[in-house]
């Protein structure tokens, strides 16, 4: 309905996500937060305001929680096998410029 208030609300255990107001054709735009303490798994969120008929309205949306402690995609290689070579490549030359100076001061 125009100009009237839509109640949103997380389910499992209901969370109210806000209240917004429809514009003048009924419809609306809103930006929620799902709780960061949300069990992961399936939910539903319930929009719950009135029919252009003036009659209580309720509309369900699915929505799946993904485990926040899951991993991050592995991308790229690992450091250190560059690493280990650079290590070596400093250890042969300060071993080589060592054995030159030996050579060139005795």
């Given at each position: 309905?125009?100009d009237s208030?839509?109640?949103v609300?997380?389910?499992?255990?209901?969370?109210?996500?806000?209240?917004?107001t429809?514009d003048?054709?009924?419809a609306f735009?809103?930006?929620?937060?799902?709780?960061?303490?949300?069990?992961?798994?399936?939910h539903?969120?319930v929009l719950t305001?009135?029919?252009?008929?003036?009659q209580?309205?309720t509309?369900d949306?699915?929505?799946?929680?993904?485990?926040?402690?899951?991993t991050l995609?592995h991308?790229?290689?690992?450091?250190f096998?560059?690493?280990a070579?650079g290590?070596?490549?400093?250890?042969?030359?300060?071993l080589?410029?060592?054995?030159?100076r030996s050579?060139t001061v005795g």
């Amino acid at each position: 309905m125009p100009d009237s208030d839509v109640d949103v609300t997380l389910h499992s255990t209901p969370v109210h996500l806000g209240t917004f107001t429809t514009d003048a054709s009924g419809a609306f735009t809103a930006t929620v937060t799902i709780p960061a303490d949300t069990a992961a798994g399936a939910h539903t969120i319930v929009l719950t305001g009135t029919s252009p008929n003036g009659q209580p309205a309720t509309v369900d949306l699915a929505l799946t929680v993904q485990d926040p402690t899951g991993t991050l995609p592995h991308t790229g290689g690992s450091p250190f096998p560059l690493a280990a070579t650079g290590l070596l490549l400093i250890a042969v030359g300060t071993l080589t410029a060592r054995t030159r100076r030996s050579r060139t001061v005795g």
